[in-house]
């Protein structure tokens, strides 16, 4: 197993081209949809990170109380949420079946949850507001050549990240793994 490396950050004129390189998804094929989504996000998750972290410290600075309990809710549900689907058999047909109602029961849980800790704002504002821009980047920026070979590494397993380890977790990459691995398998019975 390759060992976890962080992707280089990704120049902005690459990160944010002209208009030329978005497209609006197609909602008629999902299929085709989430995988651009994947394949961005393990591309620039580096940029996404930092986008992330700036967002993240503007709202930690104004307040760092609803920020520190905002981080503890959401890491603790979803860290429950990964024991849940690995040790709980119902669950984790549902996050193969359903990975993208899986991450939106996971996101409402934390919501939930916050909602009664009363920091709903914080939440919004510091953890919605980045995977909210991260999604719609990663929705609309169409991807390159390098993109792609980039992902076809990270899928064959021959380099891993941060963000292909948090996708694995999620369901996201099973697909593509598994995908893989039936060509490598005729390959080698050829």
Same mark, same amino acid.
């Given at each position: 197993? &390759?060992?976890? %490396?962080?992707?280089?950050?990704?120049?902005?004129?690459?990160?944010?081209?002209?208009?030329?390189?978005?497209?609006?998804?197609?909602?008629?094929?999902?299929?085709?949809?989430?995988?651009?989504?994947?394949?961005?996000?393990?591309?620039?998750?580096?940029?996404?990170?930092?986008?992330?972290?700036?967002?993240?410290?503007?709202?930690?600075?104004?307040?760092?109380?609803?920020?520190?309990?905002?981080?503890?809710?959401?890491?603790?549900?979803?860290?429950?949420?990964?024991? &849940?689907?690995? #040790?709980? &058999?119902?669950?984790?047909?549902?996050?193969?079946? #359903?990975?993208?109602?899986?991450?939106?029961?996971?996101?409402?849980?934390?919501?939930?949850?916050?909602?009664?800790?009363?920091?709903?704002?914080?939440?919004?504002?510091?953890?919605?507001?980045?995977?909210?821009?991260?999604?719609?980047? &990663?929705?609309? +920026?169409? +991807?390159?050549?390098?993109?792609?070979? %980039? #992902?076809?590494?990270?899928?064959?397993?021959?380099? +891993?990240?941060?963000?292909?380890?948090?996708? %694995?977790?999620?369901?996201?990459? %099973?697909?593509?793994?598994?995908?893989?691995?039936?060509?490598?398998?005729?390959?080698?019975?050829?």
């Amino acid at each position: 197993m &390759a060992r976890v %490396e962080l992707t280089p950050l990704r120049p902005w004129d690459d990160f944010f081209p002209g208009s030329e390189r978005f497209s609006r998804p197609d909602g008629k094929d999902l299929a085709k949809w989430n995988n651009r989504v994947v394949s961005n996000l393990l591309y620039y998750q580096t940029n996404y990170l930092a986008l992330a972290v700036v967002v993240f410290l503007i709202v930690g600075f104004l307040n760092p109380l609803g920020m520190f309990t905002a981080m503890a809710v959401v890491s603790g549900v979803f860290l429950g949420s990964v024991w &849940a689907g690995e #040790n709980r &058999a119902m669950i984790n047909n549902f996050k193969r079946q #359903n990975p993208t109602a899986f991450v939106i029961a996971v996101m409402v849980a934390s919501y939930i949850v916050l909602s009664m800790l009363g920091s709903v704002m914080v939440f919004m504002s510091a953890i919605t507001l980045p995977l909210a821009l991260i999604f719609a980047h &990663a929705s609309f +920026r169409l +991807r390159n050549m390098k993109n792609k070979l %980039e #992902n076809k590494m990270e899928g064959a397993g021959l380099k +891993r990240s941060p963000m292909g380890i948090l996708l %694995e977790a999620l369901g996201q990459q %099973e697909e593509n793994l598994q995908k893989i691995q039936s060509f490598l398998e005729g390959k080698l019975n050829e």
